[in-house]
């Protein structure tokens, strides 16, 4: 009879995992979260600190570039121990992910009321440069929502735009919608869409009927008295209103009044750029003061870099207080004057037309009407119809459709000027 077999050993227990795995794995999460999300986020940062003093897209970048790499370079320069170099694995990689994040969080969240206007401008030069899907990333660090910027189909202006870049619609009211500016950012981002027909030129009177509705008189006051004013004209139809930053600047209340007769008491101050001599008010189309609802339509914007010298060019405005007055002439030149770019016409204008519309001979906004040159500062004799306007290409960098720093006229902000 066979013996049985002896039992077999028991399979040696399985060697329960290293306490520090689970450690190490989400370490190395973190930190590659980091590399893909904290790196461009704190250079979108340091590149908007750096837009606050110039423009330019080579110096923003050089800096950002030299700051998110140089600056945890040198932190862990510090950190690296000097006889033990075994301890110093990782530690570079590791000061540079917290360095990243930790810059990100204290320049776009603790910051946030300080920091946001300043990434929403570099949101606004991404999308200039055709850098869309940067953009929306700045404008996310700025708490910022753009609608209509998935789709890449730019909605046609009110009454046909030179082109697509130039449409800007305007739902009504705040209350569910703002400013279709993504249409803008949108076509700038790169849409590939056909441009549409531009419209026929027309008559000076033709186009004062359709345009002269849509143009406004301000009166800005400083306590119970008005102390100046000038123009504005409707670019939304939520009643967004562009006009020059010297018309209301210092003003503690703003009354806007159309041609029809309306009259606005509460007026909104969305932005205030003081370094192109802009601003936009905001007033509820639905509740004047005084007079009857309006129903009038924005003016459509072109694209001022197609501005040519010798094309026709009107002005309508409140020349020392004539309201709703008619000029005409020519473009004169496209120039750099004391640093900054012009367009220069020979419409005659007055004190009091400053932040009116030029308009060319299609009904679009080429410029904004800011001053005139009389030759008495440069020692000559007067000069006549020397006049310059801020390109509208200008205005449309401020349009959003989120406005962080709005507040009512005669209040204080906290975050200053944009």
Known sequence: MAKPSPPSDPPPPRAPSPPGANVS????????AAFVVGLPAAALCVMSLVGAVTDNGYARVIVAA????????????????AHDPTRASGLVSDVC????????????AAAGNATRPLLTREGDRLVTANHGDIARAAYLLAGVRLEGTASPEPTPAPSGSASASASVTAPPSDAGSTLDAGAVAAADAGAAKAKPEKPADRTP????KEVSPSVVTLSAFQSSTIEGGGTGFLIGQDGTIATNHHVIENATRVRVKFQGGAVFDDVELLVDEPSVDLALL???????????RLDVKPLPLANSDEVVVGEHAIVIGNPLGLESTLTDGLVSSRRIYEGRPWIQFSAPIGSGNSGGPVLNM????IGVTTASLNGRDHGAAVAQNLNLAVPINELKKLIRTEYPSRRKLGERSGAGHW
């Open 25 to 32: 794995f989400a370490h190395g999460v973190l930190k590659l």
């Open 66 to 81: 030299v700051v998110v790499v140089g600056l945890p370079l040198v932190i862990a320069d510090r950190l690296l121990p």
């Open 97 to 108: 992910a917290v360095t990243w994040m930790l810059l990100t969080f204290v320049f776009a």
């Open 205 to 208: 009177a033709e186009l004062f």
């Open 282 to 292: 905001r007033v509820d189309l639905s509740t004047p003061f005084d007079g009857s």
């Open 362 to 365: 299609r009904g679009e906004v």
